[in-house]
């Protein structure tokens, strides 16, 4: 009879076990993380002013002339680059800001799969967060792949004080997005403890 209590009591003592205090403050700063990239990354692409130059603004969205002589004339924007940078340039950078639009819209649907994650349980729940992971992954991969690629396209431009604070948010977002979905796909293998109870052992 003491075999029998114990085998039927023990599955429900793990049913009843909860995750650590540890492991909830990890889910939600990985949460809050991402969240902050994502912002991060949209004040970056939004803005888009990427390089400044001596005469030239490169950016996701527009290319601008800086007249030097007349410091109170506006800067002349344009989606052309024109014919001094090149239609690789041009095209490049048409690329450029697809991707790492792409990358904010996954890590947006990561972040959603992440939170919604949370308010499920069982397998739903699991397979959620380990999907929102790969997501907030697949967003580090392509702001990378654009950031990488900007600084390709205008390397013969670039200078490491050009580099605006907007290029550094992305870079910034880029880094936290790898951690995030790094954080969030170990953060599976933390184990779930049942709380032990003395009546299970009684005979």
């Known amino acids: 009879?003491?075999?029998?209590?114990?085998?039927?009591?023990?599955?429900?003592?793990?049913?009843?076990?909860?995750?650590?205090?540890?492991?909830?403050?990890?889910?939600?700063?990985?949460?809050?993380?991402?969240?902050?990239?994502i912002v991060l990354s949209s004040i970056a692409v939004c803005d888009g002013h990427w390089l400044l130059s001596?005469?030239?603004?490169?950016?996701?969205?527009?290319?601008?002339?800086?007249?030097t002589e007349n410091s109170g004339a506006p800067p002349n924007c344009s989606r052309?680059?024109?014919?001094?940078?090149?239609?690789?340039?041009?095209?490049g950078l048409g690329l450029c800001r697809c991707v790492v639009c792409l990358a904010v819209v996954?890590?947006?649907?990561?972040?959603?799969?992440?939170?919604?994650?949370?308010?499920?349980e069982g397998r739903a729940s699991t397979q959620r967060w380990?999907?929102?992971?790969?997501?907030?992954?697949?967003?580090?991969?392509?702001a990378a792949a654009g950031a990488v690629t900007f600084v390709f396209?205008?390397?013969d431009f670039a200078t490491p004080l050009g580099?605006?604070?907007?290029?550094?948010?992305?870079?910034t977002a880029t880094f936290l997005f790898f951690l995030n979905g790094m954080a969030a796909r170990h953060i599976q293998s933390?184990?779930?403890f049942p709380h032990s109870t003395n009546d299970v052992w009684k005979p």
Do not use: N
């Open 80 to 91: 052309h680059v024109g014919e001094e940078a090149g239609q690789l340039l041009e095209h």
């Open 163 to 171: 580099l605006t604070l907007t290029f550094w948010c992305q870079f």
């Open 54 to 67: 001596e005469r030239h603004t490169f950016g996701l969205w527009f290319f601008c002339d800086v007249d």
């Open 106 to 120: 996954s890590a947006i649907f990561g972040l959603e799969l992440l939170v919604l994650s949370q308010v499920s």
């Open 130 to 142: 380990r999907l929102g992971a790969w997501l907030v992954l697949l967003a580090a991969g392509l």
């Open 1 to 37: 009879m003491t075999a029998i209590k114990i085998t039927a009591m023990a599955p429900a003592a793990q049913k009843k076990s909860h995750p650590f205090f540890l492991e909830v403050l990890c889910r939600t700063l990985i949460i809050l993380c991402t969240t902050l990239s």
């Open 153 to 155: 396209l205008v390397w």
């Open 190 to 192: 933390m184990e779930y």
